[in-house]
């Protein structure tokens, strides 16, 4: 059973502490009131918390608050705390063509055919191909694996590639986070005798395309109920199925059965990188694999974790941080920045040298990218200045400009969405061809893979496709103003106004006082965090700023005190020049103050630090 219900959003929820708009914009919700939570649920989900004997009783009833503002249901609560494979995975021919694909793929072993896989060019792309690469190793058959140039190829397969392919010799091609809507295509690559089998998690149309078979928990008629997965998490699933059926097949009587769970650190790293919502099995595949990634058995993900300097996973610690701001980015760069196929190429060696190598390169790649994002932002935010669209009514904010890397666009996006609380789609045009590339983020409430998709389904854009939170597309220059207007036409028709807005939802109340490392480590019980469940955010009413400077980069730290003289201290990132920014380093009284709480293990002190997400005038 999933941990999480389908509790009906609350509408009408007063404003917690009587913030409407805070200083970012945002109105202020108690996330168990908006989630419709009923006192009697909470009471029993705290009951069952304390006959669990998980934590001490002073903390029983927030982490039950906690639990209850994340969907988790008193029957799910076990699995919730305790997420396991055993009791969550689901059974592989519950998703649309799992056992076609699996047999297109052993029968393709069998007869010792040529297989390539066909990987997008992000961390989800990367970590399914080198499941499926490690697999397929271990039954004595190499792969090869074809990775697009982002610049020069752009998302998914195309014409070329397959021509490409077959050139080769490469009989059968998998691909891994593409293809759902590679409609034209996968009609080429059947017209020159290329088999593909597609495995994905993108939105795609009722029709599926031309292919054995088509593996997407997202594909309409699927009964997997596994929507949120990544594509790293089906591929695990078609994993257990090859490996089921290789032992019908008697595949295994001169080699052991390959054990899965050596490979979940790939998985989990793919759920995390691609913002999936980590409840129910995929919450699991993410629990379980950060304990793999933990003993650092990947040479890969050991080099990169001590080219960047981090020592965390020496003493157990991997987290989602470190998949998703000290792995990811770095595996990232490669498709962003460099040679497209650096990180499936990292993360499928077993050599300790050339993993060292790879990790290297794509660690001096990711400061390139970083550079090359500071002067994409800055300029995005003076164009959106520059032609009125920011500030803006509208619920999409569409910036376009020429030479804009579209390797960094999608980072852009999400900065801005962060900055500006709305969703943001960032387009690069080529000056010589006209051709726009663009890549939006969005926010809880907003399907911007919806709407991309609706806008493509128009004829308004050449391809767009995506999921709820994220979404590419390719557009012609002229079309530009035309698709801005589609878009926040969609959202306006489909998305209600009260979803459109962003609202901070805040899980509970404390002092100054009570924000302990005590409660801070019980918050490890939740873990891991993520989309879907979010760290707990904590309100902190009526105090002042004591102390405040500004750093390099833009951030923000501070020290916060009580009436009683309790004292918080913390950061605020990339905060200066904002007005969130300006309350703490130049305050005028009293603040109500929401964010989370973090780890200070600095010195071994042992103690924690306040991350702020918004700040509201008392």
């Known amino acids: 059973m999933d941990a999480h219900s389908s509790l009906k959003p609350a509408h009408n929820v007063p404003p917690y502490l009587g913030v409407t708009t805070s200083l970012s914009g945002r109105a202020w919700r108690e996330r168990i009131a908006a989630k419709g939570v009923s006192p009697e649920i909470l009471r029993e989900l705290t009951h069952r918390l304390g006959l669990m004997n998980v934590a001490e009783t002073d903390f029983v009833e927030p982490l039950a608050r906690f639990a209850a503002g994340r969907g988790v249901t008193p029957e799910g609560l076990q699995d919730f705390i305790f997420p396991t494979l055993k009791a969550l995975f689901p059974e592989p021919s519950c998703f649309m063509d799992m056992d076609k694909a699996v047999s297109a793929m052993l029968d393709a072993l069998e007869c010792k055919a040529k297989i390539s896989i066909f990987a997008d060019y992000d961390v989800d792309g990367a970590t399914s191909a080198a499941q499926l690469v490690r697999w397929f190793r271990h039954m004595g058959h190499e792969l090869e694996v074809y990775v697009p140039d982002r610049v020069t190829e752009g998302y998914g397969p195309s014409n070329a590639a397959f021509d490409t392919l077959k050139r080769q010799g490469t009989d059968l091609v998998v691909t891994v986070d593409c293809g759902a809507m590679a409609h034209r295509a996968l009609d080429y690559a059947a017209s020159i005798g290329l088999d593909v089998v597609v495995i994905d998690h993108h939105l795609m149309r009722e029709e599926p395309p031309h292919a054995l078979a088509v593996v997407n928990p997202n594909r309409p008629g699927c009964t997997s109920a596994q929507g949120n997965l990544a594509a790293a998490g089906v591929v695990f699933v078609v994993l257990a199925g090859l490996n089921r059926e290789a032992e019908k097949r008697g595949l295994f009587d001169d080699r052991p059965k390959p054990d899965l769970r050596q490979w979940l650190d790939l998985s989990a790293l793919g759920a995390i990188c691609d913002v999936t919502a980590l409840t129910g099995f995929n919450r699991a595949l993410a629990a379980q694999g950060l304990k793999v990634m933990s003993q650092l058995k990947n040479a890969g993900i050991k080099a990169l974790m001590e080219v960047a300097g981090d020592k965390s996973a020496a003493v157990n610690l991997m987290s989602t941080f470190h998949s998703g701001f000290v792995i990811g980015p770095r595996i990232n760069a490669g498709g962003r920045v460099g040679r497209s196929d650096l990180g499936v190429r990292l993360l499928s060696t077993d050599d300790v040298e050339e993993a060292a190598a790879l990790a290297h390169e794509l660690d001096e790649l990711n400061r390139t990218r970083r550079d090359i994002e500071a002067e994409v932002l800055d300029q995005a935010m003076q164009t959106a200045e520059a032609q009125g669209l920011w500030p803006s009514d509208d619920p999409v904010i569409v910036i376009a400009r020429e030479d804009w890397h579209p390797g960094v666009i999608g980072i852009v996006a999400g900065r801005l969405r962060e900055r500006w609380h709305k969703p943001v789609i960032i387009i690069g045009i080529d000056p010589v061809s006209g051709m726009g590339k663009g890549s939006g983020r969005s926010q809880a409430g907003v399907n911007l893979g919806e709407a991309v998709g609706a806008a493509f389904e128009t004829g308004i854009l050449l391809s767009g496709g995506g999921h709820a939170m994220a979404a590419g597309l390719s557009v012609e220059r002229e079309r530009i103003g035309e698709l ?135």
């Open 484 to 618: 801005r207007r589609f878009i926040n036409d969609y959202v306006t028709t489909h998305v209600s106004e009260a979803d459109q807005i962003e609202a901070v939802e805040i899980d509970a109340i404390l002092s100054v006082k009570a924000a302990s490392r005590a409660l801070y480590d019980r918050f490890d019980l939740l873990a891991p965090f993520g989309q879907g469940n979010p760290e707990p955010v904590l309100a902190f009413a009526g105090i002042r700023v004591g102390f405040a400077q500004a750093m390099k980069g833009g951030h923000i730290r501070f020290e916060l005190s009580d009436d009683g003289g309790a004292k918080l201290k913390g950061i605020m990132w990339r905060a200066e020049g904002t007005a969130i920014g300006d309350a703490l380093l130049r305050p005028v009284g009293l603040i109500h103050v929401v964010g989370r709480l973090k780890a200070d293990d600095y010195m071994g002190r042992r103690g924690v630090q306040l991350e702020i997400e918004d700040i509201a005038l008392a």
